[in-house]
């Protein structure tokens, strides 16, 4: 029984002894491992967030991920003239111009509030943008930016011709986006824009309430101040009707100044989504071709804050 205590005693010491040792070697452990964190930090870029990937808030006729900066008021004019091909007796189109103001306000650097009125159904809309992702290098690298995007839109025409009551409810339409993009290079950006809409009340037989969207865009640069830009959304089948057809645009923009001319071709008369996504009838190649501009200023109401 002695022996036994004995042999105890010492198995219990040199456990101690051992438990000793491994702690300072813990610490020395974890010291290492914290100070080759602290190196490599030291030796990875800073982060570095890519901006610019387009020169404005708009594509086409859809959105990108810009906002305007906080403090920033973006005043926007969008023309579209009717169709190429009614000839003269229109001047091409010249005689059927539908038009779009609206106001956009940098909340902050990520939030962007704005408001419109079109002339194509007397529809006045208001949307929200938030910066969610933003693309940037360095030690906390993103591969893309991500903007998430919602808007309402209200029919404010008046309907004389029929019987029907259309409430405010019946009236309002609704456009869920997230915008996803990559800047590719100086020159090459790219982004989708995977969108659903649902409308109150659909324009035409056959047309679904819920209308579900692929789309896709880019813009090439060719000098400091001019690029070729294009946009496709595509209808998914399901909730596209016979006669709904995929909205499609290309046109230039032009920097000057603080100015930022967009000229462009699409088979789309509306300017916001739930026109141009849901209500487009025409194919792009079937001739029936709009053409158009948007002229953006922008103007600082508030100086930035600063950190």
Same mark, same amino acid.
């Given at each position: 029984?002695?022996q036994l205590?004995t042999?105890?005693? =010492? ?11 491994a702690?300072p070697?813990a %610490? *020395? ?6 100070q $080759? ?13 890519v901006?610019?990937?387009?020169k &404005?808030?708009?594509?086409?006729? @859809?959105?990108? /991920?810009? !906002?305007? #900066?906080?403090?920033? $008021? ?9 169709t ?5 007796s229109?001047? +091409? #189109?010249?005689d059927n111009?539908? /038009?779009r103001?609206?106001?956009? %306000?940098?909340?902050?650097? =990520?939030l962007e ?10 529809t006045v809309?208001?949307f929200?943008?938030?910066?969610a992702?933003r693309?940037s290098?360095g030690?906390?690298a993103?591969? /893309?930016?991500?903007?998430l ?8 025409q ?5 019987n ?14 997230a915008?996803?993009?990559r800047?590719?290079?100086p020159?090459? &950006?790219?982004?989708?824009m ?5 409308r ?7 047309? !679904?309430?819920?209308v /579900?969207s692929?789309? *896709?865009?880019? =813009? %090439?640069k ?5 690029s070729?830009?294009a946009?496709?959304? %595509?209808?998914?089948s399901? +909730?596209? *009707?016979?006669h ?9 923009d ?7 001319f967009?000229?462009h071709?699409s088979n789309?008369p @509306? ?6 996504i849901?209500?487009?009838?025409k194919?792009?190649f079937? @001739?029936?071709?709009?053409?158009g ?6 103007f600082t109401?508030?100086q930035?804050?600063?950190?």
């Amino acid at each position: 029984m002695s022996q036994l205590a004995t042999f105890i005693g =010492r198995a219990a010491a040199l456990g101690l002894l051992l438990a000793g040792l491994a702690v300072p070697a813990a %610490y *020395a452990q974890t010291d290492l491992l914290g100070q $080759l964190e602290t190196e490599t930090k030291k030796d990875a870029p800073a982060t570095q967030v890519v901006d610019a990937t387009f020169k &404005s808030t708009r594509l086409i006729n @859809g959105h990108t /991920v810009e !906002t305007p #900066g906080e403090g920033t $008021l973006v005043f926007l004019f969008s023309h579209n003239f009717g169709t190429i091909n009614e000839g003269f007796s229109s001047l +091409f #189109g010249f005689d059927n111009a539908k /038009v779009r103001i609206a106001l956009e %306000y940098g909340i902050s650097d =990520r939030l962007e509030v704005g408001i419109g009125r079109s002339s194509l159904d007397k529809t006045v809309d208001g949307f929200l943008k938030y910066r969610a992702l933003r693309q940037s290098t360095g030690l906390h690298a993103m591969p /893309v930016s991500v903007t998430l995007f919602t808007s309402a839109a209200v029919v404010t025409q008046s309907y004389t011709n029929d019987n029907f009551d259309r409430t405010l409810g019946l009236r309002t339409a609704y456009t869920y986006q997230a915008l996803i993009a990559r800047k590719f290079s100086p020159e090459l &950006s790219l982004q989708l824009m995977p969108t659903f809409i649902h409308r109150n009340l659909v324009q035409r037989e056959g047309e !679904t309430n819920d209308v /579900v969207s692929l789309g *896709a865009g880019g =813009r %090439y640069k060719l000098t400091k101040r001019f690029s070729i830009n294009a946009e496709y959304h %595509y209808l998914l089948s399901k +909730f596209a *009707a016979d006669h709904q057809a995929n909205s499609a645009g290309v046109g230039v923009d032009i920097e000057t100044g603080g100015h930022i001319f967009q000229l462009h071709v699409s088979n789309s008369p @509306g300017m916001i989504e739930k026109q141009f996504i849901a209500e487009t009838d025409k194919t792009f190649f079937s @001739g029936n071709l709009y053409y158009g501009f948007i002229v953006s200023r922008n103007f600082t109401v508030k100086q930035r804050h600063r950190k």
